[in-house]
């Protein structure tokens, strides 16, 4: 079973722009959960989706979005980059609403310049 | 203090020997616990999910659960050079959302 994609793998622009993201989630899952990593704050929770519904957020400003789309794959959106949206985002797929197994996809390294 | 601690290490071990990784969390009320291995550069990767008090064994790698100690661990035996990597704790507390410890930096010398 293929697992978790994620594209771009790497992306850098530049302060003020925007960028999309987006996750294909292993085949059959149909929760889409994603993060963000960096040296200093480590894995923080974004959003989740199950159903193209967000069931729950993070802690962050409302320059981040995302969606679902009814095949399960989700985007995720950040406008007006700042220099600290530098870091890894990552996915993660899981069966079922809730937190369950999650599985992470390799990430997309976003630089901000 | 923080929903999930981990001594971030680095914790070193010889090949071999048991490797003890430490997990404290803040929620009583938590209910799913997770550890992820993750190696540099790439993504974290599940390798323990546990629910239950007490002890999951699975290969190599034990997990252990005290809820009323609010405590986890994972227990690697047999430690290989290849489990050198920063492993992280997750939990879900009662806002059912993933919460990950800073993670701790293994390094099995061989």
């Known amino acids: 079973k293929a697992g978790v994609t994620q594209t771009p793998r790497y992306l850098i622009k530049t302060r003020g722009q925007q960028v999309t993201l987006s996750c294909s989630p292993i085949s059959g899952h149909r929760s889409v959960s994603w993060y963000q990593q960096t040296p200093g704050q480590g894995l923080q929770f974004l959003f989740e989706y199950f159903s193209e519904t967000q069931r729950n957020k993070g802690n962050f400003p409302g320059r981040f979005s995302g969606r679902q789309f009814s095949n399960s794959r989700s985007e995720m959106n950040v406008s007006t980059l700042e220099l600290g949206d530098s870091a890894l985002y990552l996915c993660a797929s899981s069966w079922g609403a809730g937190v369950n197994e999650q599985f992470f996809g390799p990430g997309t390294r976003l630089t901000v310049l | ?110």
């Open chain 2, 1 to 110: 203090q923080k929903e999930v601690e981990q001594n971030s290490g680095p914790l070193s071990v010889p090949e071999g020997a048991i490797a003890s990784l430490n997990c404290t969390y803040s929620d009583r009320g938590s209910q799913s616990f997770f550890w992820y291995r993750q190696y540099s550069g790439k993504s974290p990767e599940l390798i323990m999910s546990i629910y239950s008090n007490g002890d999951k064994e699975d290969g190599r790698f034990t997990a252990q659960l005290n809820k009323a100690s609010q405590y986890v661990s994972l227990l690697i035996r047999d430690s290989q050079p290849s489990d050198s990597a920063t492993y992280l704790c997750a939990v879900v507390p009662g806002a059912q959302k993933l919460v990950f410890g800073q993670g701790t930096r293994l390094t099995i010398n061989p």
